[in-house]
């Protein structure tokens, strides 16, 4: 049987957004809501604030059959600063600060779960040395590792990062010795700016969020290609995509008149290129194709 702590922060996700680069510090002396629970035995698991941070302890082990603890924050009607649709928030990443007191852990994780399906994913987290204050940051993409126990695929996982319920650390005491302790701090969300063009190719640091290239890679753009076929009777468009984003389709045959009423296609990837051939009217001479995507 394993032997954990689990640090989460959970609110009610439905309708409310995340709130981006104000970090949890501790620095009040309190736990911010933030409260510990024992899993296998009920009750209250031990968290410190010594100050200006967040303790997680073990005490000696008293049993062959160690104790999980969940340190967790009460579902809110008014909303959790760390639940939401991190999707249409612009999360692109979760930062935080982890210090191993006196051991090395035999493993970490961080963790959100969803408040729709109630899957848990996972981000192991390594490198991890006593005495030392430690910064991670961990991308907000299936490719960065984000796992679950079954079934993991980018789709699932992108669905699931648009209602997260909590978002969490979970420590795995070190079996082979007694007392230790874990510290966290600085627990944040990073965003992306809707502003900055960090790379200077012309599309927002969001932008390309949305899109799936890369923001500070002005080589990494998001471009369509369009290629006739069938004797031009057809005409093929294509697009880089990211699994599970929706993405429209639009054809004009007069730039002065615009876009038309709406997509000519409305559809979901579920590949790393998505492909659309549309048939061309024999009155039409000329098409213009632009594709929009959307979170």
């Not at 922060?9 to 620095?27: N, V």
Request: proline content about 5%; hydrophobic content about 35%.
């Amino acid at each position: 049987m394993e032997i954990a702590l689990v640090l989460l922060f959970q609110g009610t996700s439905s309708g409310y957004g995340a709130t981006l680069h104000e970090p949890e510090t501790w620095d009040s002396g309190g736990f911010e809501g933030w409260i510990g629970e024992d899993v296998l035995n009920g009750g209250s698991a031990p968290l410190n604030n010594p100050g200006d941070r967040l303790e997680l302890k073990f005490n000696q082990q008293g049993s062959s059959f160690p104790e999980i603890f969940i340190a967790k924050a009460d579902v809110d009607a008014s909303g959790g600063r760390f639940s939401g649709n991190y999707l249409s928030s612009g999360v692109i990443s979760i930062s935080f600060r982890l210090l191993c007191v006196t051991h090395v852990p035999d493993q970490a994780r961080l963790y959100i779960r969803s408040g729709t399906t109630r899957r848990r994913w996972y981000y192991s987290i390594t490198g991890l040395t006593v005495g030392n204050w430690l910064q991670f940051e961990v991308p907000l993409t299936f490719t960065a590792g984000w796992r679950l126990d079954t079934g993991p695929t980018e789709v699932r996982f992108r669905g699931d990062i648009a209602d997260v319920e909590w978002v969490g650390l979970r420590i795995q005491r070190n079996a082979s010795v007694g007392p230790q302790a874990y510290a966290i701090d600085d627990f944040m969300l990073i965003g992306a700016s809707p502003h900055m063009d960090s790379d200077g190719d012309g599309m927002t640091d969001f932008a390309e969020y949305i899109t799936g290239t890369n923001p500070h890679d002005p080589r990494s753009l998001f471009k369509i290609g369009i290629r006739p076929k069938n004797n031009g009777q057809r005409m093929q468009v294509d697009w880089p995509s990211v699994r599970g984003r929706q993405y429209e389709v639009w054809r004009s045959t007069d730039l002065a008149a615009g876009f038309g009423s709406g997509p000519i296609l409305t559809t979901q990837a579920i590949d790393d290129v998505s492909l659309f051939e549309d048939l061309i009217p024999t009155n039409e001479r000329v098409s213009f194709y632009f594709v929009r995507a959307k979170y």
